[in-house]
């Protein structure tokens, strides 16, 4: 269907070659680690762009080049890396030709990811060259693997490079060997491709509380959970040649592979970027390099809360270093701008002023944003879409929705809230008496959201019981899911997610306090990236374990003429503790947090939290129960 919307000479998917990449490494030679990965800078060429034609001619010869290299239909292939041009042009591959697609995320680490490929033993492995020897390993505990398909980007035989060597029953080809062997077939796959009611997809949690869990969907639900998601991007759909969509986020996170393939589908550019190349202070450019955002200038983006913390803090960070009064202008030129917004009106002159720098960081042609993921708080909301001037709504979804099931109008001005549901899902809430939440409450009812409609998934594979317990089927045939998150739903029909049930803890005074939510507010702490907030069920207080932000910890060591010190020192000493732990409070003040809801202690950590040393998930979500475990000793004397 789509070769007949689109002409095979449109440039669809677009990419940057890798020219030369370096090893970072420290004074002692050792390789330097950021977010748990080997960190490398890159030289990259200008955007390559694919057209219609040549994507679908690599889409039909992969496909028939699995099939003479022995593909049965419904064998399960496990989907193995990073975010990529490749990797969009595999997975309709799969689609193309009956595959059970299994998604994982490449962070999960060994155990997680052996717990995926044992759990849906699977037979095929899908990744790159440069995860192999991290494959290699896995493999040595995952016996019903007996294929790999890797993308070769190398011209070194495989056999003889960085001493990866397999069992001999693995066998390994390359998705160039695959196309090579699909040119030389004729082949007719219309019937291979899955039927309706066919298992399509499992899709792998990031495993926040525990091993993760593959959510089962068929071809149907994910096409029904596609059409809800697309209701969401009509802005697009309307001149889709005008538009460029930047893909950076993990593909096996159900929100960048739900939009990722709807804006294929819908006649949108993609271009495909990597966080540590995006914007400007990247970490993975080389010198002179330039970034891809401003090479790319997409005019949509979806992000998660997380980067735009980070993007505020640096913002924050050059004000400050400027004048002592240039923070304090732009955030009232933001109040202002955001003030006048509600009721109508555009501020051209506050546009100029404010937006040009930041807008150019971007590639100053963005339009939109769609924010999922986590909640996203109010005054970062209005923060960025403000300084970006741009059209930016916050979602709502999940795994087991495959992607967004609220979604706020374009034109929506409220903060804080996810907007209505989108179409053909419903919702209702379910009282949560142990939380103090009923749908009865007034001015707005609340309480535990449970989301229905043809896009919601079978079940959690291979766990009868827990799919039990968050699913049901009502008397119309309605499937419905239970989110384990609160929601109050206002009286235009707009939700807002106001706690987790998992987040829950009640002290020893009898008092409940919302762990998530306290967290997501002391973030907009100048000095917190990441903050991870514990209670004790025989205390009557809360504590903190912060990770702090190392250019704002720097900007306090120089005030405090500190800055001989090393960051391990600084995160003991105790002016920098009280100094932090002083903004943390008004912060949380600011916020409308109660004075019981901020954490009396707090413990400044110089360790670095990452999916690979397992203290947060593959999302970027903290791993509560890990966390913990690591400080336990410092954890129980704080609460002495």
């Known amino acids: 269907m789509m070769r007949r919307l689109y002409p095979l000479d449109s440039p669809c998917i677009g990419y940057r070659k890798v020219l030369e990449e370096q090893v ?11 977010d748990g990965k080997v960190l490398r800078k890159f030289r990259l060429s200008p955007y390559v762009w694919m057209t219609y034609g040549e994507v679908y001619d690599k ?3 992969i496909s028939r080049g699995m099939v003479s290299n022995g593909f049965q239909r419904k064998d399960k292939i496990v989907i193995l890396s990073e975010t990529s041009a490749d990797n969009l042009i595999f997975l309709q591959v799969c689609m193309n030709i009956g595959a059970v697609i299994v998604t994982v995320f490449a962070t999960l680490g060994d155990e997680g990811i052996t717990h995926c490929i044992n759990e849906t033993k699977a037979t095929i492995l899908y990744t790159t060259y440069d995860l192999l020897p991290k494959v290699q390993n896995i ?3 995952c016996p019903t693997i007996s294929k790999i398909i890797f993308v070769d980007n190398t011209k070194h035989p495989i056999k003889t490079t960085n001493n990866i060597n397999f069992e001999p029953h693995i066998k390994l080809v390359s998705t160039i060997e695959l196309y090579d062997a699909g040119k030389q077939i004729q082949m007719d796959l219309d019937a291979w491709a899955c039927e309706p009611n066919e298992l399509q997809i499992i899709c792998y949690t990031s495993g926040t509380t525990g091993v993760p869990k593959g959510i089962e969907m068929t071809s149907y639900q ?3 959970a596609g059409i809800s998601t697309s209701a969401a991007m009509q802005y697009f759909f309307d001149e889709p040649e005008r538009h460029i969509y930047i893909a950076y986020l993990p593909q096996s996170h159900s929100l960048e592979l739900s939009i990722e393939t709807y804006a294929f589908m819908g006649g949108l550019r993609v271009g495909f970027a990597s966080p540590f190349t995006l914007n400007e202070s990247a970490p993975g450019l080389a010198e002179g390099e330039t970034c891809d955002l401003k ?3 997409p005019t949509t983006m979806v992000t998660v809360p997380l980067v735009l913390d980070r993007m505020r803090k640096e913002i924050y960070h050059k004000l400050r270093a400027r004048t002592p009064v240039s923070a304090p202008i732009f955030t009232y030129l933001i109040d202002y701008k955001h003030h006048w917004m509600t009721k109508g009106y555009n501020c051209p002159l506050v546009n100029r002023l404010l937006c040009p720098k930041v807008t150019q960081q971007f590639g100053g042609r963005l339009e939109f944003m769609v924010v999922g993921g986590a909640a996203l708080s109010p005054d970062l909301q209005k923060l960025i879409k403000c300084a970006l001037n741009v059209r930016l709504v916050q979602g709502y979804g999940a795994t087991e929705t495959f992607g967004a099931a609220i979604c706020m109008d374009d034109v929506d001005q409220s903060l804080g809230r996810c907007g209505p549901p989108l179409k053909d899902i419903h919702i209702k809430l379910d ?7 009923k749908a009865t409450d007034r001015p707005n009812p609340r309480g535990e959201l449970v989301v229905g409609g043809p896009g919601v998934a079978t079940g959690y594979y291979n766990n009868k019981e827990l799919s039990d317990e968050s699913f049901e089927t009502s008397g119309d045939g309605m ?4 989110t384990g998150d609160i929601g109050e739903v206002f009286p235009d029909g707009t939700v807002r997610i106001i706690d987790r049930k998992k987040d829950l803890i009640k002290l020893s005074n009898g008092e409940y306090f919302s762990l998530g939510k306290i967290e997501s507010y002391l973030k907009n702490c100048q000095y917190v990236d990441n903050i991870c907030i514990i209670g004790h069920k025989f205390s009557n207080y809360l504590i903190g374990l912060v990770i702090p932000n190392q250019k704002s910890l720097i900007s306090l060591a120089t005030g405090e003429k500190l800055s001989d010190r090393s960051l391990q020192e600084l995160c003991k ?4 503790i009280d100094c932090i732990h002083k903004d943390i409070t008004e912060s949380g003040l600011q916020y409308g947090l109660k004075k019981a809801e901020i954490p009396t202690k707090i413990m400044i950590c110089a360790d670095e939290w990452s999916p690979d040393n397992g203290m947060l998930t593959a999302a970027m979500k903290l791993k509560r129960n890990n966390i913990m475990k690591k400080y336990e000793k410092d954890i129980e004397v704080m609460f002495i």
């Open 295 to 297: 090479l790319l200038r």
């Open 59 to 61: 889409i039909d010869s």
């Open 222 to 224: 994910m096409i029904r």
């Open 139 to 141: 493999l040595k505990s």
């Open 479 to 482: 499937r419905w899911f239970r």
């Open 24 to 34: 970072c490494t420290d004074s002692e030679g050792n390789a330097v680690r950021l």
């Open 431 to 437: 009282d949560w008496p142990e939380g103090g939440y």
């Open 573 to 576: 000493c105790q002016p920098i």
